[in-house]
Antibody
């Protein structure tokens, strides 16, 4: 059974750093892309970026380039999303999702993690 | 590429036929997916390539369209179909944008 299991909720102060995780199981982790999607409170979905754990090829949305870093450790089938200096506006639910391929017809998300709620408040 | 969904919300009765539209700001061929999100849950893939039903999704869901205009249809609304529905364009990197969502409520 394919599963993406994310790390637990976080409460941080502005200016702090954070790294959240997404562990894949039940499939070949290095053969699929992992994307990160933001959902701010009461709002819609925003595509942040994507990584191919097989070779760490990473793409970012212009809206998030320079604001976050996406990485992966294929030895433990885990992808990460990290911030070096959080802002209150980073408060949101963050989802990881599996993308079957990079070719256009395959860029949908067929499995999702349960989400990690990040709260940034002084 | 911008995606505009309509309506933003709707209320319908069990058994009704429900149609949600998604319009792209430029042509995206058939590279569109639809997701359902229930409150407090992660989104779930319903349809990809505009009209291909994801495995395990009930056949009352269907998708159509190409170019700039797409529709998601629920042929006979069921109580468990409440939630918010999002379209996503798959055509244009570096950001695979989502529509603003359509909230479906059961009367």
């Amino acid at each position: 059974e394919v599963q993406l299991v994310q790390s637990g909720a976080e409460v941080k102060k502005p200016g702090e750093s954070l790294k959240i995780a997404c562990k894949g199981s039940g499939y070949s982790f290095t053969s699929y892309w992992i994307a990160w999607v933001r959902q701010m409170p009461g709002k819609g979905l925003e595509w942040m970026g994507i990584i191919y754990p097989g070779d760490s090829d990473t793409r970012y949305s212009p809206s998030f380039q320079g604001q976050v870093t996406i990485s992966a450790d294929k030895s433990i089938s885990t992808a990460y999303l990290q911030w070096s200096s959080l802002k209150a506006s980073d408060t949101a639910m963050y989802y990881c999702a599996r993308q079957p391929g990079i070719a256009v017809p395959l860029r949908y998300f067929d499995y999702w993690g349960q989400g990690t709620l990040v709260t940034v408040s002084s | 590429i911008q995606l505009t969904q309509s309506p933003s919300s709707l209320s319908a009765s069990v058994g009704d036929r429900v149609t949600i539209t998604c319009r792209a700001s430029q042509g995206i061929s058939s590279y569109l997916a639809w997701y359902q999100q229930k409150p407090g849950k992660a989104p779930k893939l319903l349809i990809y390539a505009a009209s291909t039903l994801q495995s395990g999704v009930p056949s009352r869901f269907s998708g159509s369209g190409s170019g700039t205009d797409f529709t998601l249809t629920i042929s006979s609304l069921q109580p468990e179909d409440f939630g918010t529905y999002y379209c996503q364009q798959l055509n244009s990197y570096p950001a695979l944008t989502f529509g603003g969502g359509t909230k479906v409520e059961i009367k």
